[in-house]
Structure formats: structure tokens, C-alpha cells
């Protein structure tokens, strides 16, 4: 059947070569693409004001035809003018910069559509208004019309390829496109979620009747971009699922009862459920792929171990990747506590290492006389083999890429995976990111923590600052001075820290003052902390390299420079440094940059220390592209759907998704047949592993 999705852009008549390449250039290479454009915004008639009605004061969005266009020059400078009317009456618009650029674009006789807050000198007037060109058809607007209104870029307007082009092309397509053009969402689930079918839809958001048919249209066309979403993670989960894994362990004995009877805590109850959850899948052949989601110092660690000592009883060995190198030396310090005394080898792979150790640690690793090995991701260099790699577990797994984790991963026999993280987020990104995961939970902090004391300040109460800073010390608290990243190199990190640093020491010259950052060797760092952990030095400036996993108990008092630089969730798990020993703990913001968005922002730190609240403030306000890096996230490509605002959505897109999957995971159904071709073209890429196709 000739689809009719798949013209060539050329085919309309609207569209010559030279519009199509324009086109081609913001990936719009057939008619598919072109209807997959969807408006901008919609400019409803019934919202927009008549120049009769206006209200000093308020912003409203006015429609009317360009009359005049001048400039006029003024003590403060130029000022562009551009007067509309529609059949009430005129306004003036203003214009004090960019006025070469923006006379240029128009011209008179234009009907544009301006919105801003009216004033009244001379005659109304809007300074600076947002607007937009809507072209002679729709020039007699009718009530109830909404007019769809699409974003352009420079490139296409030079080419007439305006929202009047694109409005008249899709009228042209709708003329002649037929009913029955394949749709990407089988029928059994269009007909599960009452959802329209594709024509209707696509008619719907380009030239809605109404409000409701809009809505309709945009609900359907969220639901079938989360729909391909979890379509991938149904089909990741699947493979991994189908594999067998060859590390299934039988048992949890002397082990682990020994582990236990060393902590010197009981666990939580929280910690205990999820160690339930995990052996439960260590016990299973199918390989685990489980997330272990818990806030800052919830003590995911010791879960970790805990999972590594039955793989260890089971006789398989596990792998432990850090990010940093101060983050894996400490859970190889942690570990060795808990494995050497049960004559359990625990190895440290890290990049500093000489060739020397490397060469007396690679062998034990491959002959499995090493049991656990901890790392970063040096661990999944080349020359490094596994003997019998049963569990992968990976900290604060954000950090790393899929491929690295993957890497580590294929050294093993389909290994068991553990993946944590400490930043905890909402549940429907977390289910949109991870999906293809288990997930469990800590959601108890150890007992007897105290919350953490957190305040905003501005510069000028440094002083009284570090007066509280100098009580702190006496009383024998230990005190953390962040320089968090100030600029992209590190380099300037380092500058920042250095200068904080000499400043300290100078104003505190009665204490111990130290130093630490990423670009010092290993020797020197290991120096630093030892003293700071054993109450050899008051105060530690640093840079940002104590943010994950570093465990200061007797650290009480974190200044935090240059806070409003920072994500609240990066913050946050910075804070959870401190307040680990039972002590009443500060976290004091310093503010160098006030705005009052910004210190609305850092405020929300002071005002719960729930990690999930502050990651859902976090992502409100910088929206979840930013908060997690693209690349891992494919949440970038989501273009209608919203995943703070379509929970409700993207739970029965999920359900239909796995059903799909579930049934035919293969997608050999015919009945299927068009939603795998358009799902494949989409997301070919995110299948890196998939074997469909
Ligand atoms: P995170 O979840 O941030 O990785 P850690 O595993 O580093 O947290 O644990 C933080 C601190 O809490 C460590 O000092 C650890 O020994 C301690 N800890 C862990 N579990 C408990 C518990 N159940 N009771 C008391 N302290 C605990
Ligand atoms: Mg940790």
C-alpha cells in the first residue's frame, strides 16, 4: 500500500526544492515529519482583546493589521514604532533596541497578533511585545477559531516559511490525505484508551474545533510518545530477562550472619527489606536488574556488602564501580572491615595505581582468588578479567554513562546488576529513566540522626559566620568548607578553593585548616583525610570531590560557597556529608549572587531535608532535560509529552507498552506491524543492545 505519510515534502504543492531543503534542515524530510510539527501555541479568538477593550495594566493579546512603521528619536535614543488597528480602533508599539532587525520584518498591510502589558501615553501602547505574524487568513477571524500558530526559524521565514505557509500546507495535506494511513498505535489499545485514531488527531491539533478536540489530540499524541518510551524499556527488560544468568546463588549463610554480628548498628527496617528483595534475586536464574534508590546517608552501603557476601558464599565474585576515586577508596576501606577478618580478598582498582600493583592485583582477579573488587571505572579497562563476575553493583550509577555500565556488565556471566543512586527523584521520571529496572526503596534514615540546620546568607554575614564557625571548633566539631564548581574547568575549581583556603587559614589562624581537591595525589589526599577523620585538623576546605559517599561523622558544620551556582539535589547530597553522627549539624548556603528566584530556590533547602521533595522542587524549576544529562536520559526527545504534568498518561502508556511486548516481543505480529515501524525508526538508537529489527 503507498503510504501517503512517506511523500517526499515536494509533493505538496506548496513545497518546491528550495522549501524543502529548508525544511530538511530541522529534520522535516517527508509528510510524516511535517504533521508530526505541531503548533506552537494556538491563538484563541476568544482570549484575544479588541483595541476597544483595553486595560492599562493588563496583559492581553491584540490582532490587527500594521499601518505604519517609523522611528522617532528621544533623549534616551531611538524608538521604533509600529501601529496595528483591527476595526476598533489603534495601537502603538514600541521597540528600544534591536530596532535595525526588528523593522525589517515587517510591513505594511501584515496582520500580526502582538501580546505584552498595555500602557497609555498618546494613545494605548505595548513596549516590547511578544507577537506573532498570522498572514490574511486569518485576518476576519471568527469566534471559537482557534489559530494555530508554529514556531519558525530564521532560516525558514527567509524562505516564506512562515505559520501562514504552514497553515495553508496542512490544509492542502488534509484535503488529500486518506483515512486509513498507517497508525503508529495498534487498534486493541487505541480502542483500551478511547484514545482518536491518527487522522483525526493530526487534524485536531493542527486545526482544532475546539478546546476539547485539542485536548483530545494531545492527549493521544502524549500518550503514543510515552507509549514508544517505555515501549524500549519493556523491550530491554525483556532481553535482559530472557537471558539466563549463571550466577544464581543457592544460599545466605555463616557469612552474612557473621557480617551482621560485626555492625555496630542494627539495621533499619528499610535496609532489611530491601536485603530481602535482593537475595530474593540473587536466588533467581534470571539475571537481577534491580535500582537501589535511597537519600544521602539512608546506608546503601552496607546493603551493597550485605549482596556481596552471599555472591561471595556462592562462590561468585563481585564487582564494585565507584565514580570517584576518593568515593572507592573509602568503600574499599569499609569493605575490607567487613571481608578481611573472614579471610576474604578485597582488591582497589583505581587509575592512579602504579603498573607494579597492578600487575600483582590483575592475576588474583582472574584467577578468582580475589573475591570483591572495588573500582573505578578502571575496573572495565581492557586488561582487566573476571573469573566468575556474579554481581555488578554500581554507586551512584547517574554518573555513569549506559555504556560503561554496560561494559562492566558484559565482563560477567550475565551478572547480576545492583545499581544505586542517591539522588532520589519522582516517580514517574523515575519509571520513564529506569523502567526496565526493579526498584527498592530506603526511605528511613538510621536512627538517631538529627535533621540538618540549613540557612541562606548573603555575603555581608560572613563575618558572623565564621564567629558561628569559631564556636563550633571550640567545642571540638569538625567544620567543611565547599568551593563548588565555579566555572567548567577544573582548573578554576581549584583556584577557588586555593584562595578560600590561604583566607581560612589566615582568619582562623588559631586551627587546623587543610586542603583538598581533585588534582592532588593520592598520597596527599589519603594525608588530608586521615586527619580530618581523626580530629587532627578543625576545618577542611575542599572542592566539590566530598560531595558523593565521603563519611565524616564527627563533621558537623558545612559552609557551602557560591550556592546559588548549584542544583538543590546536588546541594543536598553535598549537606549529607554532614550529620552523620548524631549531632545536631549545619549547612550554611552562602548566596554571592542575590535575586529573589534564587534564594526562593536555595530556601527550599532550608526548609525540608526530604530528598524527594527537593528533587521534585529541582526539576520544576529547571525542567528534567536539565536535570538529567541527556544522553542517559532519551527524555530530551519527548516533544508533547510533559513528565511533571502527564503521571496519569504515562502509567496506562507503560501498561500498554509491556502488554505489547509482553505478547509479541519480538514484533512479529502483524497486527503490530505499524507500530514497529514506527517505533524502530525512532528509537533504533536507544536499542543499543536489542536485538529486534
Ligand atoms: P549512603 O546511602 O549515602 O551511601 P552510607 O552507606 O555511606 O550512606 O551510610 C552512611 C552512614 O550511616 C555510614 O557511616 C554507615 O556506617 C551508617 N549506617 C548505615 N546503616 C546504618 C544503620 N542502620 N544504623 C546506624 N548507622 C548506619
Ligand atoms: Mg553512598
Redesign the pocket.
Known amino acids: 500500500m503507498n503510504n501517503y505519510l512517506k511523500n517526499k515534502l515536494t509533493t505538496i504543492q506548496q513545497i518546491g526544492e528550495y522549501r524543502s531543503d529548508a525544511l530538511n534542515q530541522i529534520g522535516i524530510k517527508n509528510v510524516e515529519d511535517l504533521l508530526y510539527y505541531f503548533p506552537r501555541r494556538y491563538l484563541d479568538r476568544s482570549t484575544v482583546k479588541k483595541t476597544n477593550q483595553l486595560i492599562v495594566g493588563e496583559e492581553c493579546t491584540i490582532v490587527g493589521q500594521v499601518q505604519r512603521i517609523w522611528t522617532e528619536k528621544t533623549r534616551r535614543g531611538t524608538i521604533l514604532k509600529v501601529s496595528i488597528s483591527d476595526d476598533y480602533g489603534l495601537l502603538t508599539l514600541n521597540w528600544f533596541g534591536g530596532i535595525r532587525w526588528i523593522k525589517k520584518m515587517f510591513i505594511v498591510g501584515d496582520w500580526i497578533s502582538v501580546s505584552g502589558k498595555i500602557n497609555f501615553f498618546q494613545g494605548f501602547n505595548i513596549n516590547h511585545p511578544d507577537f506573532d505574524f498570522l498572514g490574511s487568513d486569518v485576518g476576519n477571524l471568527n469566534t471559537g477559531f482557534i489559530v494555530p500558530i508554529y514556531s519558525s526559524t530564521e532560516n525558514l521565514k527567509k524562505k516564506g516559511i512562515n505559520s501562514r505557509l504552514f497553515r495553508k500546507i496542512f490544509k492542502e495535506i488534509f484535503r488529500e490525505m486518506r483515512k486509513d494511513v498507517p497508525d503508529p498505535i495498534p487498534l486493541n489499545i487505541r480502542n483500551e484508551n478511547k484514545l482518536d485514531g491518527l487522522v483525526k488527531s493530526f487534524n485536531s491539533i493542527h486545526f482544532p474545533k475546539d478546546e476539547q478536540s485539542l485536548q483530545r489530540a494531545k492527549y493521544r499524541f502524549k500518550f503514543q510518545e510515552l507509549l514508544m518510551l517505555q515501549s524500549v524499556l519493556a523491550i530491554k527488560r525483556k532481553i535482559i530477562r530472557s537471558e539466563k544468568c549463571e550466577a544464581q546463588c543457592k544460599k545466605a549463610g555463616d557469612l552474612v550472619t557473621n557480617l551482621y554480628k560485626k555492625l555496630p ?4 527496617d528499610s ?1 532489611k527489606k530491601v536485603t530481602r528483595e535482593i537475595y530474593s534475586d540473587l536466588k533467581s536464574d534470571v539475571p537481577m536488574n534491580r535500582l537501589l534508590q ?1 537519600d ?7 546493603v551493597s556488602a550485605i549482596a556481596s557476601a552471599i555472591m561471595t558464599e556462592n562462590n561468585f565474585q563481585t564487582a564494585i564501580m565507584a565514580p570517584t576515586e576518593i568515593l572507592a577508596e573509602q568503600h574499599f576501606q569499609n569493605f575490607q572491615k567487613y571481608f578481611t577478618p573472614w579471610g576474604i580478598d578485597c582488591e582497589l582498582l583505581i587509575g592512579k595505581q602504579t603498573k607494579k600493583q597492578r600487575e600483582k592485583i590483575l592475576p588474583k582477579i582472574a584467577s578468582g582468588e580475589t573475591q570483591i573488587v572495588i573500582g573505578t571505572h578502571a575496573l572495565i579497562q581492557e586488561q582487566v578479567k573476571y573469573s566468575k563476575l556474579g554481581l555488578v553493583i554500581i554507586d551512584e550509577q547517574h554518573r555513569f554513562g549506559v555504556d560503561q555500565r554496560m561494559s562492566l556488565i558484559k565482563k560477567g556471566l550475565h551478572p547480576h546488576v545492583l545499581s544505586m543512586t ?1 539522588t532520589p527523584i519522582p516517580r514517574t521520571l523515575s519509571i520513564s529513566i529506569y523502567g526496565d529496572m526493579d526498584t527498592s526503596i530506603i526511605d528511613e534514615m ?2 538517631g540522626r538529627k535533621p540538618i540546620v540549613t540557612r541562606v546568607v548573603n555575603e555581608d554575614k560572613l563575618p558572623k559566620v565564621y564567629d558561628f564557625i569559631k564556636s563550633q571548633v571550640s567545642l571540638k566539631q569538625q567544620v567543611f568548607v565547599v568551593y563548588p564548581l565555579i566555572s567548567e574547568s577544573e582548573k578554576m575549581d581549584l583556584q577557588a578553593a586555593e584562595i578560600g583556603f590561604k583566607k581560612l587559614s589566615h582568619i582562623f589562624s588559631n586551627y587546623k585548616v587543610g586542603l583538598l581537591h581533585g588534582k592532588m595525589k593520592k598520597v596527599e589526599k589519603d594525608l588530608v583525610i586521615e586527619k580530618y577523620k581523626s580530629g587532627k585538623m578543625d576545618i577542611l576546605v575542599s572542592t566539590t570531590v566530598v560531595e558523593v ?1 565521603v ?1 565524616i ?1 564527627n563533621a558537623t558544620v558545612m559552609i557551602i560557597e557560591n550556592a546559588e551556582r548549584f542544583g538543590l539535589s546536588q546541594l543536598h547530597q553535598l549537606r ?1 556529608r554532614i550529620g ?1 553522627g548524631g549531632k545536631k549539624s549545619y549547612c550554611i548556603l552562602v548566596n554571592r549572587k542575590y535575586t529573589e528566584q534564587g534564594s526562593k530556590r536555595l530556601r527550599i533547602l532550608q526548609e525540608t531535608n526530604d530528598g524527594f521533595k527537593i528533587s521534585e522542587a529541582d526539576m520544576k524549576l529547571r525542567g528534567p532535560g536539565e536535570f538529567f544529562s541527556a544522553k542517559q536520559s532519551g527524555l530530551v526527545d519527548l516533544k508533547i509529552a510533559n513528565l511533571l504534568e502527564d503521571g496519569d498518561i504515562l502509567k496506562k502508556a507503560r501498561i500498554s507498552a509491556f502488554s505489547i511486548i509482553k505478547d509479541d516481543p519480538k514484533l512479529e505480529n502483524e497486527n503490530n506491524s505499524d507500530f514497529k515501524e514506527f517505533f524502530l525508526k525512532n528509537n533504533k538508537d536507544k536499542l543499543n543492545y536489542a536485538s529486534i529489527g
Open positions: 548498628f542494627d539495621l533499619t535496609q535511597g544521602v546517608g539512608s546506608g546503601k552501603t552496607i542517591a538510621p536512627k559517599g563519611d561523622p549529607g552523620r
